[in-house]
């Protein structure tokens, strides 16, 4: 990736989003991005605080509507990253900030979907059919002990083939419920000794 997937990652992560601000914080931090905005056009802001008032509303809900998905740090890097590229007069209105907006948002869901491809899949581990016959005789300790506790556990379907292919059952017609009173009745510690 380069520098200015970066930076759109970066800014992405930075804080957040629109959708996540209450009310108050986000009028609060509207009122600031637009002297940012302002800062960075070199748009003029007006002496008349009704006017500056009207234009922080509107531009709050023009974000609440349809730039929920963005913070703050997005906005600002999106009209920092706009500087130069057209003459947008000395006058801010909403349009020329969705303009701005709307053409980062396209390239910040190209970025998102490359992303998503860089994102990898944990390495899964594949067990040998020894570690998998081990991990259920393990299981068939286990749910002997907590009988011994007293406790009743899930008996699984395996058990009894383990059980049959390791030779503990008297024979191939003893069920597993015979098998665990056998072994409990002769006060066995275990089934499986580890080594």
């Known amino acids: 990736m380069d520098n ?12 957040r989003t629109i959708r996540n601000l209450n009310d108050a914080e ?9 002297l940012n905005i302002h800062v960075i056009t070199g748009w003029s802001l007006p002496d008349d605080k009704d006017y500056i008032k009207v234009l922080t509303e509107q531009l709050c809900l023009k974000l609440k509507e349809d730039f929920y998905m963005l913070n703050f740090s997005e906005i600002n890097f999106a009209f920092r990253k706009a500087v130069g590229k057209q ?58 002990q907590a009988m011994k506790k007293g406790y009743y556990p899930l008996l699984h379907s395996y058990f009894w083939q383990v ?15 015979e098998f665990f009173v056998r072994k409990l009745n002769s006060n066995t510690e275990n089934i499986y000794v580890r080594s």
Request: charged share 35%.
């Open 26 to 34: 986000l009028l609060a931090d509207t009122a600031k991005c637009l």
């Open 87 to 144: 003459d947008w007069g000395k006058c801010m209105n909403l349009e020329l900030v969705s303009s701005v907006l709307g053409a980062y948002c396209y390239e910040r869901s190209k970025i998102s979907f490359e992303e998503e491809k860089v994102i990898t899949v944990p390495e899964q581990k594949l067990y040998s059919d020894e570690e998998i016959l081990n991990q259920r005789r393990e299981e068939i300790e286990k749910a002997f």
């Open 4 to 15: 200015e997937y970066l930076e759109v990652l970066k800014n992405k992560y930075a804080e």
């Open 163 to 177: 059980l049959y292919d390791d030779d503990l059952l008297k024979n191939n017609i003893e069920t597993i419920g």
